[in-house]
Structures are given as structure tokens and as C-alpha cells.
């Protein structure tokens, strides 16, 4: 499939360029700098930055000039796992085959390794050597914090954390999933937009394909965890039946959620069909996002 | 003693902006944004903000023009504070004569009222409403994200943590608060200089006092939990010895380090004794900061 190859060849740029970004320090305590490359390297779809650099080509910028944004985005999000696989959090052992951070580490360093990824995010998005028009970097650093904070992924992690003891309908648990799952997506899109100087109605339309897609993203995943194979996914799958957590599969049932997927990758599609021919690999991605078994 | 009531008037005015900033959103669950107003509102000589509306003074901006960018260096510090209290981290309960944010709100929203104090400093700093040029935004968001991370407050932290198992001599000690502690202090001024557009000469004279500021306020806290008052601090006093950490107190003596702290003191006042009179409230900061007894 070529869509495939696509991905695997943003995937292997990205690993590249933040192996880069990260390279060691010799007067660095070993534990930080290790913790971070064990939690930004080597796994993962790399489908945030993917979607940027995406995003960014649709308006003509190169993939090498929305390499390091991109990467940015990926920070924030591996960041995210750290924290949010914490024992105080969702208590996670298992992620990309591989312990999780605080398993490997312990604790202490997986919070710190989890700050100081997030930190450099923002020395990337912020560094005059990623993008020379400091407007266009300060509207990114704005939209990435916008996007990670307390009225974004931050409250969708803390609205999750809050369902574990109170009952959230189906509206509600997508709500939930539009700021932690959703708002990092919707930064990708709107990042590379940004990076493309793109008109206000160009934006609005990745942030509806976005969004469409997020929430695709999120129901594909619990229909993994519900149904699929921990050892091809890499982590435990059924935890979120078995903690109670709030998932829309719970509350539609398999088939119902297989329909509202369908629906949500429709809504993704009709969203960039404007772009033509230009968008057919974003369109290609919101139907991988929809079928993968990992 | 004047210098006191100047302190007291901008912790106030930081005071008052951070309420605003962070003010409630009805729709976020209470824990989060209650957790975050609980880590950054009523307490803190505000010392960091303080140093950048300063040193922005030096270069003739006015206080109103610093705030926010004083006020986004403040929520990377309760940031720190939070994730440092934490029982994975130092495992403090008391600070500011208040429970800790994990023993008050519980660890898993701690770790998130963290997380979300330290993006809304990238979103103020980065917001148009905060400074009109994009230029000084950006400069500031990479200057603070570099002070706040891994060859920065984080690396400090790392090795923090480490030298609890491994030993540190003077220098050791000396480097690891220099990242630890300092680099905010740095940052301080430092973002005071880039909003007052000053020259490199003159921000290297603001680095050389914020390096020696920060060492001075890392000893006098040193001192104090050697020898002080819990009651009056707030927090726990002797944890440092009790849990064999690294500090100069320990390898110097209460007699060394107090020498060291007034050579300190006039290291920070020679620093800045080129600005003249205009620097007469930095010289007194610095005399504050070791006779402090809280």
C-alpha cells in the first residue's frame, strides 16, 4: 500500500532528525538524556508529525522546512505518554512493545525526561535556526501551547481522569477526546497551515478534518483496546473496560462505534475535498487511521 | 527598610495578574484549575518576577510592559515547585506554610496542574497581547525554554536527584544549583534585557549578577534549613541532611558558607555597579536575599 510507505518515509525523516535534536550531552547525568531518546525514539506511527508536514505541503512548503516543527509536535506528544503512563496517572507498564518510561527509569526521571521533552519543544518551535520569521514562530509556540494546556490536552487528561469516578454519555466522553487526543492533531494541521501562510478558510477546513480525524484516531484505538491483540499493539489492551474508563465503545457497543468511525472518516474526507488531488494522501491517512490493527 | 515594601508592591501587582490570567473557566473541572490557582496564587516573595521587572527597568520599560512576562517565569517556577514536591521528587508535604499541591489535590492532578502552569508560560509569552514584536516574544519563549530544561532547570534537578546517591564536592554542588536554581535567575534577567532591548555588553553584566544572585539565594536557603525555623519558613527545615543531600552547607560549614555568601553578595553588587544609581534596587535584592530569615 502506498500510503503506507508514505508514512514509514515521514516516520524514518522524523526519527532522524530528532535523534539530532537529541543528541547526548557527555556532561549530562546519563539518566536524563537516555530517558529522553527511550521515550522519543525508536516507535511509533509518527502520525502528528506526519499530518503537519502533511498539511504544510498543501501549501507548498517542503518537508525538510516543517521537519523540525514537526518534531516539535512529537516531543509534546511522547511527553504526554510519559506523563500520562505514570503510576499516579494511568498506571501504564507496556508502550511500543517496550516498558514504559517510568518502568525503565523510575519515576522521578520519567516526570523530569516527560518536562524536559515538552521544554524542548518549545526551544524548537522557538529557535531561530527552525524557521527565519519569528511572527511565524511565535504563532506556533502559541498555538502548541494553546493546544497541550489547561484548556486543551491537559483538561481532556484531567476530564479522563475525572470520568474513572463519575459517568460521562457519549457527548461527553467525545468532548473529552477532542482536547486529549483531539487538540494535538488539530495543532498538526494548523501548524502546517501556519507554516503556509494559509488563508482563514484553508485553516478551518484542515481544523474540521482534524477534529474528524482525532476523534477517529481515539475511536479506532478503543476499538483496539477492546478487541485487539496486546502482543501486535504493543500494550495491554481491555484495561479500559477493567478500570471503568470512559470509552465510546463501552457506551455504543462495537457495531455502533464501527459507525460512527465510518462516519467520522467521511466527515475528515468531505472536509479537505476542496484541496483536490493535493489532499488525497491526508484523505489516504484518515482511512488508515480508521482500519489499522496496531 | 524600603526595599521590603518595593518587594511586597510587585509581588502584589504579579499577584493580582496572575488571578487574572488564571482566572475560572466555569466548563474545566474544578480539580485543574483549582489545583493551578493553588500552585501559583497567596505566596512567594515573587523574587524571580520581581528581578525581570528590574532589570526591564534598567533599559527604561515600564513595569506594566514586564508583568506578563514576570508573571509566565512565575508559573514556570510553582511549575518547578509543584513537580519537585512531588513523593517521586524531594516527597515534601509542606511549602509556604500550606500543605503541598499533591497532598492537597492528590498526585496525578499535581503532576497535571504542573504541566498546565508550565504551558499557560509559553502561551502568555508567546501572546500578541502580551508583547506587540515577534521578534522579542520568540526570544523570550527560547531563552525561557532553554533555562527551563534539559541543559538547564531540569538537567540541575537530574542531578539533584542523582547526588542523593552518588557524592558531589563544593564545585559539584556549586554547578548543580547553578542549573538547578540559577538558571531561572538568569532567565529573570536575562528576559529583562531582551524587553529592554539592551546591548550585549550590558546583558552580560545582568547574567554575571543573576549567576552569583542565584547562588547566594540557593546558600541562603541552604543555611536556613541548617539552622532555621520551620514554623517561620513554611516548609520542613534539617530535610536536607536527613536525607543526605548535596549542599554547601554541609561541605563548607555554617562559618564557610556564610563567607562564601557575602563574597557572593559583592560579586552580584560589582556585577551590576556600572548601571549606577539605576541599580540600587538590584544591590539591595541581593542583600535581601542573604539576610533573608524565611
Chains 1, 2 share one sequence.
Not at 514509514?8 to 537516555?34: Q, T, V
Not at 509518527?46 to 516531543?75: K, N, T, Y
Request: proline residues 2%.
Amino acid at each position: 500500500m502506498a500510503f503506507a510507505r508514505v508514512l514509514e518515509r515521514h516516520a524514518s525523516a522524523i526519527e532522524r532528525r530528532l535523534e539530532a535534536l537529541l543528541a547526548g550531552n557527555e556532561d549530562a547525568p546519563a539518566a536524563l538524556d537516555a530517558a529522553m531518546r527511550y521515550a522519543a525514539l525508536g516507535g511509533g506511527k509518527r502520525i502528528r508529525p506526519f499530518l503537519l508536514i502533511e498539511s504544510a505541503w498543501l501549501f507548498g512548503v517542503a518537508e525538510d522546512r516543517a521537519l523540525d516543527a514537526a518534531c516539535a509536535l512529537e516531543c509534546v506528544h511522547c511527553y504526554s505518554l510519559a506523563h500520562d503512563d505514570l503510576p499516579a496517572m494511568d498506571d501504564d507498564d507496556m508502550r511500543r512493545g517496550r516498558p514504559t518510561l517510568h518502568i525503565a527509569f523510575g519515576e522521578a526521571t520519567a516526570i523530569l525526561a516527560g518536562d524536559a521533552l515538552f521544554t524542548l519543544a518549545f526551544e524548537i518551535l522557538s529557535s531561530p535556526t527552525s524557521h527565519e520569521d519569528a511572527d511565524i514562530r511565535s504563532e506556533l509556540v502559541f498555538n502548541l501551547a494553546k493546544a497541550a494546556g489547561w484548556r486543551g490536552m491537559a483538561l481532556g487528561q484531567a476530564i479522563d481522569l475525572d470520568a474513572e469516578r463519575q459517568d460521562l454519555n457519549a457527548d461527553g466522553v467525545a468532548g473529552m477526546q477532542t482536547l486529549k487526543t483531539g487538540a494535538l492533531f488539530r495543532f498538526a494541521c494548523e501548524a502546517g497551515a501556519i507554516l503556509g501562510r494559509a488563508s482563514a478558510s484553508d485553516r478551518e477546513k484542515l481544523r474540521a478534518y482534524a477534529t474528524a480525524l482525532g476523534q477517529a484516531f481515539q475511536l479506532a484505538d478503543d476499538l483496539l483496546d477492546a478487541q485487539g491483540d496486546a502482543k501486535a499493539i504493543g500494550k495491554a489492551v481491555a484495561k479500559d473496560e477493567g478500570r471503568g474508563k470512559a470509552t465510546l465503545v463501552a457506551l455504543l457497543g462495537v457495531e455502533g462505534a464501527k459507525k460512527r468511525l465510518a462516519a467520522l472518516v467521511a466527515e475528515a474526507e468531505n472536509a479537505v475535498a476542496p484541496f483536490g488531488s493535493k489532499a488525497a494522501t491526508l484523505i489516504e491517512a484518515a482511512h488508515f487511521i480508521a482500519e489499522r490493527r496496531t
